[in-house]
């Protein structure tokens, strides 16, 4: 499982002009792409690290080290977004090669798992929608992205 997550002032997703999941400010973006082989082992692991990572500056905006915060402890949502270009290989010619992301009916449970595990954790998650043509709006905030791999 591969996820890029960063830090936003604000985003949303659309399909097809319509609002599908949105944060109401600051908060967390997880881009999620899956892979052969993932399952409940990744997912929980993806999403106590998501969950967990302290990237938020600390009470009344303090920068200074050890004052970080993540986003369990500041109260910050995370929008969950499908994606499996991810795991797209661009290593040999001009066309990527899609086999290493998992097939959807692999991969939508396990998305949607992280976002219910995210749940578990005590935030509050958006999400786009499964294999739909989505229009991702967000303001990154640092800017902060991160790659993680499981």
Known sequence: ?????????????????????????????????VTHGDGPTQVEWMARKIAHLRVFDGPD????????????EAGLPVLVVSQFTLYGDVRKGR???????????VAEPLVEAVAEALRAEG?????GTFG???????VNDGPV???LDV
């Open 132 to 138: 739909a043509h989505m229009r991702v709006h967000l």
């Open 61 to 72: 905006g303090d920068e200074s080290p050890g004052a970080e915060r993540s986003a369990v």
């Open 95 to 105: 066309r990527p090669s899609w086999s290493a992301a998992a097939p959807g009916p």
């Open 1 to 33: 499982m591969r996820v890029v997550l960063q830090r936003v002032s604000a985003a949303r997703v659309e399909v097809d002009g319509v609002v599908v999941g949105d944060l109401d400010g600051p908060g967390l973006v997880a881009l999620v792409g």
């Open 123 to 127: 935030l509050r998650v958006a999400t």
């Open 145 to 147: 992205t991160l790659v």
